[in-house]
Nanobody, 131 residues
């Protein structure tokens, strides 16, 4: 069964950090482009960051929305079949359900995208940033 598993969400204070995980089961994330989304209560889902497929740290590309640039970092660790979202200096407006989505067998040259259709979705992990 092909699935993505999310973890790492928590309740934190503004300025603190979290690292979210997106682990693949039944699929090889090294060959997938992966996108992180978030959805806050009463708001539409938005793409936060994405990472292309790739084998080594210099072999993939990333994208971020403006509001998280310089604070969030997306990366992959292929031996664990996991993509991470490191979130530093969290703000209350970062609160929401964070989940990942993947498209499989995407060449590195295709990059990644933060909208459109995706083959596999994770269930999400809740991030709450509150004083």
């Amino acid at each position: 069964q092909v699935q993505l598993v999310n973890s790492g969400g928590n309740v934190v204070l503004p300025g603190q950090a979290l690292r979210l995980s997106c682990t693949g089961w039944g699929l090889t994330l090294r060959k997938a482009s992966v996108t992180w989304f978030r959805q806050a209560p009463g708001k539409e889902r938005e793409g936060v960051s994405c990472i292309s497929s790739g084998d080594y740290s210099t072999d993939y590309s990333t994208k971020y929305i403006n509001s998280v640039k310089g604070r969030f970092t997306v990366s992959r660790y292929n031996p664990n079949n996991t993509v991470y979202l490191q979130m530093d200096n969290l703000k209350p407006e970062d609160t929401g359900l964070y989940f990942c989505a993947a498209n499989i067998d995407v060449p590195v040259s295709a990059g990644c995208r933060m909208e459109g259709s995706f083959a596999v979705w994770g269930p999400g992990t809740q991030v709450t940033v509150s004083p």
